[in-house]
């Protein structure tokens, strides 16, 4: 593929909001121009949990994938994924949409996961973006329930990582 994964840094924060805020009002994206924002794109760099997918040199997807916390009380997952991690703010740009670039990124990232000792991902998929939702049922991720957070309706989606 002509598309290589590195870790965010802060030199790429202005890009990664603009790839989050050219979203907003798209099928699905449930974002607005307070979520995600800066501290949220400056706080996965500085987890070292931002993910970016470069095609000579342009940012063209991003992902968060980390220990987060925001999912633990949520009682739909199973209990046989110890140490999850935490999958969220997936976005590609939309030049670059349905040509299998964000499978790419998370089958990078369910690598990623396990070689930083986490055992499962964990995360949330708007009821509102079918697409997203079709490509987790491809790659194998299972919906194991539903619930309401931030005003907003969500499938909850894991993958017990080999």
């Not at 500085?46 to 095609?55: A, D, E, G, P, T």
Request: hydrophobic fraction near 35%; include cysteine.
């Amino acid at each position: 593929m002509e598309y290589t994964i590195e870790m965010a840094t802060e030199g790429d924060v202005e890009e990664i909001l603009n790839i989050y805020h050219s979203l907003i009002g798209k099928d699905g994206c449930t974002w607005d121009f307070d979520y995600p924002n800066i501290d949220d794109v400056k706080n996965d760099i500085n987890k070292k949990s931002l993910y970016i997918v470069l095609k000579s040199g342009e940012i063209i997807a991003v992902a968060a994938a980390g220990e987060d916390n925001e999912l633990k009380e949520l009682d739909c997952y199973s209990k046989s994924i110890k140490v999850p991690c935490d999958l969220a703010r997936i976005a590609v740009k939309t030049e670059y949409q349905n040509n299998g670039i964000a499978k790419y990124l998370i089958g990078y990232i369910e690598i990623q996961a396990l070689k930083r000792g986490f055992d499962g991902i964990h995360f949330l998929v708007s009821k509102t973006n079918p697409h997203a939702k079709a490509v987790y049922d491809k790659m194998n991720y299972i919906c194991c329930g539903e619930c309401k957070m931030y005003d907003k309706d969500w499938y909850c989606y894991e993958k017990k990582l080999k």
